[in-house]
Protein backbone atom coordinates (compact mmCIF):
# COMPACT_ATOMS: atom_id res chain seq x y z
CA UNK A 1 0.00 0.00 0.00
CA UNK A 2 1.11 3.22 -0.84
CA UNK A 3 -0.07 6.90 0.06
CA UNK A 4 1.28 9.94 0.40
CA UNK A 5 0.81 11.02 4.04
CA UNK A 6 3.30 7.96 4.84
CA UNK A 7 5.84 8.79 2.15
CA UNK A 8 6.05 12.35 3.39
CA UNK A 9 6.10 11.21 7.02
CA UNK A 10 9.14 8.65 6.70
CA UNK A 11 11.06 11.63 4.70
CA UNK A 12 10.33 13.62 7.44
CA UNK A 13 11.37 10.95 10.22
CA UNK A 14 14.03 9.65 8.77
CA UNK A 15 15.79 13.29 8.25
CA UNK A 16 15.26 14.06 11.68
CA UNK A 17 15.91 10.87 13.10
CA UNK A 18 19.60 10.67 11.79
CA UNK A 19 20.04 14.35 12.55
CA UNK A 20 19.44 13.27 16.21
CA UNK A 21 21.60 10.46 16.15
CA UNK A 22 24.66 11.14 14.91
CA UNK A 23 25.51 12.62 18.07
CA UNK A 24 24.49 9.59 20.22
CA UNK A 25 23.47 6.68 18.04
CA UNK A 26 20.92 5.09 19.74
CA UNK A 27 19.63 2.04 18.33
CA UNK A 28 16.61 -0.18 19.49
CA UNK A 29 16.36 -3.17 18.42
CA UNK A 30 12.99 -5.07 18.67
CA UNK A 31 10.89 -7.50 17.17
CA UNK A 32 8.57 -7.18 14.39
CA UNK A 33 6.11 -9.72 14.19
CA UNK A 34 3.60 -8.46 16.61
CA UNK A 35 2.54 -5.35 18.28
CA UNK A 36 5.02 -5.67 21.79
CA UNK A 37 7.69 -5.13 19.68
CA UNK A 38 6.64 -2.71 17.62
CA UNK A 39 5.28 -1.01 20.60
CA UNK A 40 8.09 -1.07 22.64
CA UNK A 41 10.42 -0.01 20.22
CA UNK A 42 8.23 3.15 19.67
CA UNK A 43 7.73 4.23 23.59
CA UNK A 44 11.92 4.12 23.73
CA UNK A 45 12.03 6.51 20.33
CA UNK A 46 9.67 8.45 22.63
CA UNK A 47 11.55 8.93 25.14
CA UNK A 48 15.01 8.68 23.96
CA UNK A 49 14.63 9.34 20.31
CA UNK A 50 17.40 7.60 18.10
CA UNK A 51 16.67 4.79 15.41
CA UNK A 52 14.53 1.24 15.29
CA UNK A 53 15.93 -1.98 14.18
CA UNK A 54 13.14 -4.43 13.75
CA UNK A 55 14.10 -8.06 13.36
CA UNK A 56 12.34 -11.45 13.95
CA UNK A 57 13.53 -14.51 15.65
CA UNK A 58 16.04 -15.77 12.23
CA UNK A 59 17.38 -12.34 11.76
CA UNK A 60 18.22 -11.37 15.41
CA UNK A 61 21.44 -12.78 15.76
CA UNK A 62 22.66 -11.39 12.54
CA UNK A 63 21.60 -7.98 13.72
CA UNK A 64 23.19 -7.83 16.39
CA UNK A 65 26.12 -8.93 14.59
CA UNK A 66 25.61 -5.76 12.88
CA UNK A 67 25.46 -3.72 15.73
CA UNK A 68 28.66 -4.98 17.18
CA UNK A 69 30.59 -4.00 14.54
CA UNK A 70 28.90 -0.43 14.37
CA UNK A 71 31.95 2.14 16.08
CA UNK A 72 29.40 4.47 16.41
CA UNK A 73 26.80 2.95 18.61
CA UNK A 74 26.80 4.29 21.90
CA UNK A 75 23.31 3.25 23.90
CA UNK A 76 21.38 -0.42 22.58
CA UNK A 77 17.85 -1.02 23.63
CA UNK A 78 16.76 -4.98 23.02
CA UNK A 79 13.39 -5.20 23.40
CA UNK A 80 10.95 -8.01 22.84
CA UNK A 81 13.98 -10.78 21.72
CA UNK A 82 13.83 -13.37 23.80
CA UNK A 83 16.53 -15.87 24.13
CA UNK A 84 17.08 -19.75 23.51
CA UNK A 85 19.54 -22.17 24.55
CA UNK A 86 21.09 -22.09 20.93
CA UNK A 87 21.77 -18.33 21.27
CA UNK A 88 22.39 -17.44 24.86
CA UNK A 89 26.05 -18.03 24.84
CA UNK A 90 26.36 -15.94 21.71
CA UNK A 91 24.40 -13.20 22.94
CA UNK A 92 25.97 -12.85 26.11
CA UNK A 93 29.21 -12.65 23.84
CA UNK A 94 28.10 -9.70 21.98
CA UNK A 95 27.38 -7.95 24.52
CA UNK A 96 30.55 -8.07 26.69
CA UNK A 97 32.32 -6.82 23.62
CA UNK A 98 29.40 -4.16 23.27
CA UNK A 99 30.43 -3.21 27.16
CA UNK A 100 33.95 -3.04 26.51
CA UNK A 101 33.32 0.19 23.87
CA UNK A 102 31.31 1.36 26.76
CA UNK A 103 28.19 1.06 24.70
CA UNK A 104 25.39 1.39 27.26
CA UNK A 105 22.51 -1.75 26.91
CA UNK A 106 19.30 -2.22 28.18
CA UNK A 107 17.71 -5.44 27.87
CA UNK A 108 13.77 -5.78 28.22
CA UNK A 109 12.35 -8.76 27.96
CA UNK A 110 9.36 -11.04 29.50
CA UNK A 111 10.34 -13.85 28.23
CA UNK A 112 11.51 -17.05 30.47
CA UNK A 113 15.81 -17.08 30.54
CA UNK A 114 17.80 -19.45 31.79
CA UNK A 115 19.19 -17.60 35.53
CA UNK A 116 22.66 -18.54 34.63
CA UNK A 117 22.51 -16.05 31.49
CA UNK A 118 20.83 -13.44 33.54
CA UNK A 119 23.76 -13.09 36.13
CA UNK A 120 26.18 -13.38 33.26
CA UNK A 121 24.61 -10.05 31.58
CA UNK A 122 24.00 -8.29 34.91
CA UNK A 123 27.97 -9.10 35.74
CA UNK A 124 28.50 -7.08 32.42
CA UNK A 125 26.74 -4.34 33.44
CA UNK A 126 23.72 -4.33 30.98
CA UNK A 127 20.74 -3.12 32.57
CA UNK A 128 18.04 -6.17 32.89
CA UNK A 129 14.14 -5.00 32.71
CA UNK A 130 12.87 -8.21 33.03
CA UNK A 131 9.54 -9.85 34.31
CA UNK A 132 7.91 -12.83 32.89
CA UNK A 133 4.30 -11.04 34.11
CA UNK A 134 3.70 -7.82 32.11
CA UNK A 135 4.65 -7.75 28.47
CA UNK A 136 7.50 -6.12 27.30
CA UNK A 137 5.96 -2.87 26.63
CA UNK A 138 4.45 -2.27 29.68
CA UNK A 139 7.32 -2.59 31.21
CA UNK A 140 8.75 -0.25 29.24
CA UNK A 141 6.40 2.19 29.96
CA UNK A 142 6.44 1.13 33.92
CA UNK A 143 10.27 1.90 33.53
CA UNK A 144 10.54 5.42 31.85
CA UNK A 145 7.12 6.76 32.57
CA UNK A 146 8.62 10.19 33.22
CA UNK A 147 10.10 10.16 30.13
CA UNK A 148 7.02 9.78 28.22
CA UNK A 149 3.47 11.29 27.12
CA UNK A 150 0.12 10.20 28.27
CA UNK A 151 -0.60 8.70 25.33
CA UNK A 152 2.41 5.92 26.07
CA UNK A 153 -0.07 4.06 28.43
CA UNK A 154 -2.42 3.46 25.72
CA UNK A 155 0.07 2.09 23.77
CA UNK A 156 1.27 -0.26 26.51
CA UNK A 157 -2.17 -1.32 27.30
CA UNK A 158 -3.41 -2.18 23.87
CA UNK A 159 0.37 -4.42 23.80
CA UNK A 160 -0.85 -6.39 26.49
CA UNK A 161 -4.25 -7.00 25.21
CA UNK A 162 -2.35 -8.79 21.96
CA UNK A 163 0.62 -10.63 24.37
CA UNK A 164 -2.82 -12.29 25.89
CA UNK A 165 -1.53 -10.31 28.98
CA UNK A 166 -4.54 -7.52 30.31
CA UNK A 167 -5.22 -9.25 33.14
CA UNK A 168 -1.28 -8.70 34.93
CA UNK A 169 -1.08 -6.39 37.88
CA UNK A 170 0.72 -3.08 36.20
CA UNK A 171 -1.53 -4.23 32.55
CA UNK A 172 -4.64 -4.38 33.91
CA UNK A 173 -4.07 -0.44 35.64
CA UNK A 174 -3.89 0.63 32.17
CA UNK A 175 -6.53 -0.82 30.35
CA UNK A 176 -8.57 0.61 33.22
CA UNK A 177 -7.95 4.04 31.87
CA UNK A 178 -9.44 3.70 28.78
CA UNK A 179 -12.98 2.57 27.38
CA UNK A 180 -12.16 -1.67 26.69
CA UNK A 181 -13.98 -1.74 23.63
CA UNK A 182 -12.14 0.95 22.33
CA UNK A 183 -8.37 -0.66 23.20
CA UNK A 184 -9.52 -4.29 22.35
CA UNK A 185 -10.26 -2.86 18.44
CA UNK A 186 -7.39 -0.62 18.44
CA UNK A 187 -5.00 -3.16 19.61
CA UNK A 188 -6.34 -5.53 16.88
CA UNK A 189 -6.18 -3.10 13.83
CA UNK A 190 -2.86 -2.59 15.29
CA UNK A 191 -1.79 -6.47 14.87
CA UNK A 192 -3.63 -6.92 11.47
CA UNK A 193 -1.42 -4.72 10.12
CA UNK A 194 1.99 -5.86 11.52
CA UNK A 195 1.02 -9.46 10.74
CA UNK A 196 0.20 -7.99 7.28
CA UNK A 197 3.15 -5.65 6.74
CA UNK A 198 5.88 -8.49 7.74
CA UNK A 199 7.36 -8.52 4.18
CA UNK A 200 7.26 -4.36 4.01
CA UNK A 201 10.41 -3.34 6.66
CA UNK A 202 9.60 0.77 5.54
CA UNK A 203 5.79 0.05 6.88
CA UNK A 204 6.82 -1.44 9.92
CA UNK A 205 9.18 1.27 10.99
CA UNK A 206 6.65 4.14 9.90
CA UNK A 207 4.14 2.61 11.82
CA UNK A 208 6.91 3.14 14.76
CA UNK A 209 7.30 6.14 14.42
CA UNK A 210 3.70 7.11 14.21
CA UNK A 211 3.16 5.88 17.33
CA UNK A 212 5.89 7.38 19.18
CA UNK A 213 4.69 10.54 17.56
CA UNK A 214 1.35 9.55 19.90
CA UNK A 215 -1.26 8.70 16.93
CA UNK A 216 -3.93 6.64 17.46
CA UNK A 217 -4.18 3.90 15.03
CA UNK A 218 -7.40 5.09 13.79
CA UNK A 219 -5.39 8.22 12.90
CA UNK A 220 -2.87 6.61 11.01
CA UNK A 221 -3.78 6.12 7.19
CA UNK A 222 -5.41 3.24 5.87
CA UNK A 223 -5.05 1.18 9.08
CA UNK A 224 -8.72 0.01 8.98
CA UNK A 225 -8.98 -0.76 5.23
CA UNK A 226 -6.01 -3.06 5.41
CA UNK A 227 -7.20 -4.43 8.43
CA UNK A 228 -10.61 -5.25 6.90
CA UNK A 229 -8.64 -6.59 4.21
CA UNK A 230 -6.56 -9.52 6.91
CA UNK A 231 -10.11 -10.05 8.65
CA UNK A 232 -11.19 -11.57 5.09
CA UNK A 233 -8.38 -13.42 5.23
CA UNK A 234 -8.88 -15.03 7.98
CA UNK A 235 -12.26 -15.90 7.62
CA UNK A 236 -11.38 -17.90 4.69
CA UNK A 237 -8.53 -19.62 7.20
CA UNK A 238 -11.54 -21.33 9.10
CA UNK A 239 -12.49 -23.44 6.30
CA UNK A 240 -9.01 -24.33 5.28
CA UNK A 241 -7.97 -25.08 8.63
CA UNK A 242 -11.19 -27.46 8.83
CA UNK A 243 -10.03 -29.06 6.11
CA UNK A 244 -6.37 -29.69 6.44
CA UNK A 245 -5.80 -29.96 9.84
CA UNK A 246 -4.48 -33.05 11.34
CA UNK A 247 -4.47 -34.20 15.47
CA UNK A 248 -2.07 -36.13 17.21
CA UNK A 249 -2.95 -37.43 20.95
CA UNK A 250 -1.76 -34.11 22.69
CA UNK A 251 -2.10 -31.95 20.13
CA UNK A 252 -3.52 -30.32 16.80
CA UNK A 253 -1.05 -29.35 14.19
CA UNK A 254 -1.12 -27.99 10.45
CA UNK A 255 1.15 -26.27 7.72
CA UNK A 256 0.63 -23.21 6.56
CA UNK A 257 1.54 -22.68 2.51
CA UNK A 258 -0.49 -19.25 2.02
CA UNK A 259 -0.51 -16.74 5.11
CA UNK A 260 1.36 -16.71 8.93
CA UNK A 261 1.38 -19.23 11.15
CA UNK A 262 0.88 -17.00 13.96
CA UNK A 263 -2.49 -16.04 12.14
CA UNK A 264 -3.97 -19.76 11.53
CA UNK A 265 -2.44 -21.52 15.18
CA UNK A 266 -5.59 -19.96 17.35
CA UNK A 267 -7.86 -21.57 14.80
CA UNK A 268 -6.13 -24.72 15.21
CA UNK A 269 -5.91 -24.86 18.94
CA UNK A 270 -9.93 -24.18 18.90
CA UNK A 271 -11.17 -26.63 15.92
CA UNK A 272 -8.78 -29.92 17.18
CA UNK A 273 -10.08 -29.92 20.48
CA UNK A 274 -6.51 -30.27 21.86
CA UNK A 275 -4.91 -28.23 24.70
CA UNK A 276 -2.11 -27.20 22.35
CA UNK A 277 -2.36 -25.98 19.28
CA UNK A 278 0.43 -25.65 15.91
CA UNK A 279 1.03 -24.19 13.01
CA UNK A 280 4.14 -24.10 11.19
CA UNK A 281 5.18 -22.18 7.54
CA UNK A 282 8.36 -22.91 5.63
CA UNK A 283 10.91 -19.97 5.32
CA UNK A 284 12.13 -21.39 1.91
CA UNK A 285 15.05 -18.34 1.85
CA UNK A 286 16.05 -20.46 5.24
CA UNK A 287 15.64 -23.90 4.93
CA UNK A 288 13.63 -23.86 8.11
CA UNK A 289 9.82 -23.75 9.46
CA UNK A 290 9.30 -20.78 11.47
CA UNK A 291 6.65 -22.44 13.99
CA UNK A 292 3.81 -20.98 16.42
CA UNK A 293 2.44 -22.85 19.34
CA UNK A 294 -0.68 -22.05 21.84
CA UNK A 295 -1.90 -23.67 24.85
CA UNK A 296 -5.39 -23.83 25.92
CA UNK A 297 -6.28 -22.52 29.40
CA UNK A 298 -6.31 -26.03 30.47
CA UNK A 299 -2.52 -26.55 29.15
CA UNK A 300 -0.59 -27.15 32.53
CA UNK A 301 2.78 -27.30 31.29
CA UNK A 302 5.07 -24.71 30.49
CA UNK A 303 5.04 -24.61 26.45
CA UNK A 304 7.97 -21.80 26.16
CA UNK A 305 10.44 -23.75 28.30
CA UNK A 306 9.47 -27.54 26.33
CA UNK A 307 9.91 -25.99 23.06
CA UNK A 308 13.24 -23.92 23.52
CA UNK A 309 14.73 -27.82 24.80
CA UNK A 310 13.29 -29.50 22.10
CA UNK A 311 13.95 -27.04 19.35
CA UNK A 312 17.38 -26.88 20.76
CA UNK A 313 18.13 -30.13 20.55
CA UNK A 314 16.93 -30.31 16.67
CA UNK A 315 19.12 -27.56 15.96
CA UNK A 316 16.60 -24.87 16.04
CA UNK A 317 15.61 -22.20 18.47
CA UNK A 318 12.86 -20.97 20.53
CA UNK A 319 10.93 -20.40 23.69
CA UNK A 320 8.15 -18.31 24.88
CA UNK A 321 5.57 -18.09 27.39
CA UNK A 322 3.86 -20.72 29.17
CA UNK A 323 0.72 -20.90 26.59
CA UNK A 324 1.90 -18.81 23.30
CA UNK A 325 5.45 -19.62 22.15
CA UNK A 326 7.34 -19.71 19.19
CA UNK A 327 10.12 -21.85 17.61
CA UNK A 328 12.73 -21.74 14.39
CA UNK A 329 12.94 -25.73 13.19
CA UNK A 330 15.32 -27.21 10.27
CA UNK A 331 13.38 -28.31 7.66
CA UNK A 332 14.24 -31.89 7.88
CA UNK A 333 13.18 -32.17 11.55
CA UNK A 334 9.95 -30.92 11.72
CA UNK A 335 8.40 -34.14 11.74
CA UNK A 336 10.40 -35.07 14.47
CA UNK A 337 9.71 -32.02 16.34
CA UNK A 338 6.13 -33.26 16.05
CA UNK A 339 6.64 -36.00 17.39
CA UNK A 340 8.85 -35.39 20.29
CA UNK A 341 6.43 -32.52 21.16
CA UNK A 342 3.42 -34.94 21.49
CA UNK A 343 5.11 -36.97 23.65
CA UNK A 344 6.48 -34.04 26.32
CA UNK A 345 3.22 -32.97 26.68
CA UNK A 346 2.21 -36.50 28.23
Known sequence: MVFT????????????????????????LSHKEDCDGISSAALIRQAFGGDSLLVDYPG??????????????KALYICDLGLSK????????????????????????????????????????????????????????????????????????????????????????????????FALISATVMTYNIVGHQKDPDYLLYLTEELADGKYPHEIPNTYEFAQIQVGKLAEMIAKVKKGMKTMKNLGYMEITDAGASGAVNFVLGLSGKDVGVAFKERVDHGIYAVSVRGSKSCN?????????????LGGSGGGHDKACGA??????MKSFLKEFNKKLN
Open 328 to 333: VIPKPK
Open 5 to 28: PMAAKKAKTTKTTKKKSLKTKIIC
Open 60 to 73: QMEALESLVADEKL
Open 86 to 181: KNQDQFVEMMGTLRKRGVSITYIDHHDIDPKITKQLEKLKVKMIHDINECTTVQVYNKFKSKLTDHAAFVAACAAITDYMEDRPIGSKLLQIYDRQ
Open 301 to 313: VHLGKIVNDLATE
